[in-house]
């Protein structure tokens, strides 16, 4: 106890009134295997949308609109048009089909441009399918077309994803007099939480002493600080709450969703231990579902890089700036915890296929709140997930609760 | 007047200083309308990693650091590529032109779509 911040004035004091609005159910919910597959991305999506289908009880014509999150099916196999041939491939036609790219927040993205396709009326049932095809590229190659996101100042330099995390890394550890070990049991943490993950690409614990002896990537980060390249997909079939028990008992409520961006360009952040997009979209977020930091029982957080999960942790306002990596340390963030953050394995253990991972994150809470997350069950009536893409510049946050 | 490689960071009439420039400044909006060499200035480590899993066509190890200009009391930060390793936080180094700073060819980027020249920088001995 005594780790959870309390929440500063201005949380519930966002602009707008959302009190009478016909909140946002999300009455199914899919993924696939995670890891290295063999089928592409077309086949991925079309297997996850499929599946969420069936767990909604929805037929195929009833979908209005089907959004697609995916960064960079072009780059990764040289495929355009992956939400139109989902469409067909689904027997969805003709809803309205538009894909979603934001980086590595493509799927939260997908929520938004979901919960903003239900929330104003224009369609009566979404479905949102993210989805990436990774593997099959070296890991030169999939680094490269994710640091094709950076500005020129920073691709011509040859820095990468991992190399923003190492040089924010350094500065935390130095700045907060955090151990180098506090990074290692976020990895450790989130693997022993993937174990129990039918869908994770890694079901293996790993200890202190493995990460704390594994290669160096980015220095001080090292291999197990990294999540892995993946191919995967998953999906969401959202409606509007007045007419989510037509179709099912066990749906759960978008109660608040906000996106922010920050700079792109990483340096010139007046702070580097802040991700200005996580405060941002989560105040929004909190406002809107008329919540705090407090109130949250259960997260998602992107730990794309180890470092990653105590930025957001602080800057989500679950701990004091600075302190995140204690409260890792004591164990607040275990599943038994306080809180617990990436009971999915994270994408450290599950996996991280761009478009897909957005979306995964909301498939995990939703199973938590609606009590149907097996060996991973915590008790949860609110829960949270955040989305990273680039190295924060830009962020969605989606606050989901129980019916 | 000169053909000597410059390293500008851009000022907008209110005095904020960025390194790039943008269109319009990131603080208030207005066009940055000035630029300011930083060449033959030193600077201050901010923080440093080396990268050992570089894309295609960047050398590995890959030694990188953020560092901080002051000018006029503003400070201006940039990242770049270091020329050496053993480099600590809070040193301070200074810009040195390089031609090439990754081999276009081999990466995912077009080739004429930016400038691959620029600053590594040094340590100030």
New interface residues.
């Given amino acids: 106890m005594g780790h959870r911040r309390v929440s500063p004035p201005g949380y519930k004091s966002g602009a707008g009134d959302w009190s009478d609005m016909d909140r946002v159910a999300i009455i199914g919910a899919s993924m696939t295997q995670f890891g290295q597959r063999d089928e592409w991305v077309a086949d991925l999506l079309s297997e996850a949308g499929a599946a969420c289908l069936r767990d909604g009880g929805v037929a195929p014509d009833e979908v209005e609109h089907l959004y697609v999150s995916n960064m960079a099916s072009g780059?990764f196999e040289g495929v355009s048009g992956v939400m139109n041939r989902l469409a067909h491939d689904l027997g969805a036609l003709p809803a309205y089909t538009q894909r979603v790219d934001q980086t590595s927040s493509s799927g939260g993205a997908g929520i938004y441009a979901a919960w903003q396709s239900v929330a104003s009326g224009a369609s009566d049932l979404t479905m949102l399918v993210g989805g990436e095809k990774m593997t099959h590229r070296s890991?030169?190659?999939a680094?490269?077309?994710i640091?094709?996101l950076t500005?020129?100042?920073?691709?011509?330099?040859?820095?990468?994803l991992?190399?923003f995390a190492?040089?924010?890394a350094?500065?935390y550890l130095?700045r907060y007099d955090a151990p180098r070990e506090s990074l290692a049991r976020v990895a450790v943490k989130n693997h022993r939480n993937g174990v129990d993950n039918p869908h994770a690409q890694f079901r293996k614990e790993v200890d202190l002493e493995t990460v704390m002896g594994s290669?160096?990537?980015?220095?001080?980060?090292r291999l197990y600080d990294f999540c892995p390249i993946t191919d995967g997909s998953a999906a969401l079939l959202l409606c509007p709450e007045s007419v989510a028990a037509e179709y099912t008992d066990d749906y759960s409520v978008v109660t608040g969703i906000g996106g922010a961006t920050d700079?792109h360009?990483?340096?010139?952040r007046e702070d580097?231990t802040v991700m200005g997009g996580v405060v941002e979209s989560s105040r929004e977020a909190y406002a809107m579902a008329d919540r705090d930091p407090d109130d949250v029982d259960v997260a998602e957080l992107h730990d794309m890089f180890t470092i990653l999960e105590f930025l957001q942790s602080e800057d989500l306002g679950f701990f004091e700036k600075g302190r995140g990596w204690k409260a890792v340390e004591d164990g607040v963030t275990d599943r038994d915890g306080e809180l617990p953050i990436n009971t999915s394995g994270g994408l450290k253990s599950k996996g991280h296929p761009l478009g897909a991972s957005g979306v995964a994150q909301a498939y995990e809470v939703h199973r938590q709140l609606t009590g149907d997350a097996g060996n991973r069950q915590v008790e949860a009536d609110v829960g949270l997930a955040c989305n990273v893409g680039g190295f924060g510049n830009c962020v969605i946050t989606t606050v989901m609760e129980a019916a | 007047m000169t053909d000597e490689p410059r390293f500008e960071a851009h000022r907008c009439p209110n005095g904020h200083v960025t390194y790039p420039g943008h269109t319009l400044c990131p603080e208030c909006g207005e066009p940055q309308t000035e630029t300011i060499d930083l060449v033959d200035r030193t600077a201050t480590v901010v923080t440093w990693t080396t990268s050992t899993a570089t894309p295609p066509g960047v050398r590995e190890p890959n030694h990188i650091a953020i560092v901080a200009f002051d000018v006029a009391g503003e400070t201006v930060r940039a990242i770049g590529q270091l020329t050496t390793d053993g480099i600590a936080v809070g040193d301070e180094v200074r810009p040195v032109y390089a031609e090439q700073l990754r081999d276009p060819a081999e990466g995912i980027r077009h080739p004429d779509s930016q400038a691959w020249d620029g600053f590594r920088f040094e340590p100030v001995e």
């Fill in positions: 780059e890991t030169a190659e680094t490269d077309v640091a094709s500005h020129p100042v920073e691709y011509k330099h040859g820095v990468t991992p190399s190492g040089l924010t350094r500065h130095d290669p160096v990537v980015a220095d001080p980060l700079t360009v990483v340096h010139e580097p």
